[in-house]
């Protein structure tokens, strides 16, 4: 069974720009978690999806966006990027939505975004 | 609001020593989670194990085991005759009943050196 997938892997980008970040869940998980690891900051909760819906952010500026799709893959957008943007981009997907327990969440290889 | 404690930054062991990493969280929450997980160099976290908050009963996988108490509100993590591939980052992780987000440690870099 192939698990969570995140593309691209590194993804380089200058001040201001926008950029899209892509997660497959594994076959089956309707949510989707999206966390930042910054350096010196760790792993921080950006976003959760569930259905389709955004049913719970983070402490991050509205510029963090994303979306879900009927397929239940992601999509996190960043606009206006900043230099302390920079992190490695990790997704996460669980089997257990809204009506469902608290199922471990499984982790993508993550994606690399640097901002010059 | 959620907290976990992991207060060991950097841990180093030479090859077949005992290694244990501390995780200490606060929660309001009656009913949560409690997760181990390891991050190599390449960057992904891969998933060790899960415990409830109804479940104290310590556990055995081979040459890991976790202490999971209650009362210390502490879930501590052992590495049996240690090796090198072991090396990593470890992060302890919680995820409350309350809420889907897991708040995670800031980690602690195992290193086993041969």
């Known amino acids: 069974e192939a698990g969570v997938t995140q593309s691209p892997t590194h993804l380089i980008k200058t001040r201001g720009q926008q950029a899209t970040l892509r997660c497959s869940p594994i076959?089956?998980?309707?949510?989707v978690y999206w966390y930042q690891q910054a350096l010196g900051l760790g792993l921080q909760f950006l976003l959760w999806?569930?259905?389709?819906?955004?049913?719970n952010r983070g402490n991050f500026p509205p510029r963090f966006s994303g979306r879900q799709f009927p397929n239940y893959s992601s999509e996190l957008n960043v606009n206006a990027l900043e230099l302390e943007d920079s992190a490695l981009y990790l997704c996460?997907?669980?089997?257990?939505?809204?009506?469902?327990?608290?199922?471990?969440?499984?982790f993508g290889p993550g994606t690399r975004l640097t901002v010059l | 609001a959620q907290k976990v404690t992991q207060a060991q930054t950097e841990i180093s062991v030479v090859e077949k020593e005992d290694v244990t990493l501390d995780c200490v969280y606060e929660?309001?929450?009656?009913?949560?989670?409690l997760f181990w997980y390891k991050q190599p160099p390449s960057g992904e976290l891969v998933f060790l194990i899960r415990?409830?908050?109804?479940?104290?009963q310590n556990e055995i996988s081979g040459r890991y085991s976790w202490n999971f108490q209650k009362s210390t509100s502490s879930f501590n993590f052992t590495i049996t005759a240690s090796q090198v591939v072991d090396s990593a980052v470890y992060f302890c992780?919680?995820?409350?009943?309350?809420?889907?987000?897991?708040?995670f440690g800031s980690g602690t870099q195992l290193t086993v050196l041969p």
């Open positions: 996460a997907s669980s089997f257990a939505g809204l009506a469902g327990g608290l199922d471990e969440q499984f």
């Open positions: 929660t309001r929450d009656t009913t949560y989670y």
């Open positions: 999806y569930d259905e389709g819906e955004e049913r």
């Open positions: 415990r409830n908050s109804f479940d104290e």
């Open positions: 076959s089956g998980h309707t949510s």
């Open positions: 992780a919680l995820l409350p009943g309350s809420a889907r987000q897991l708040t």
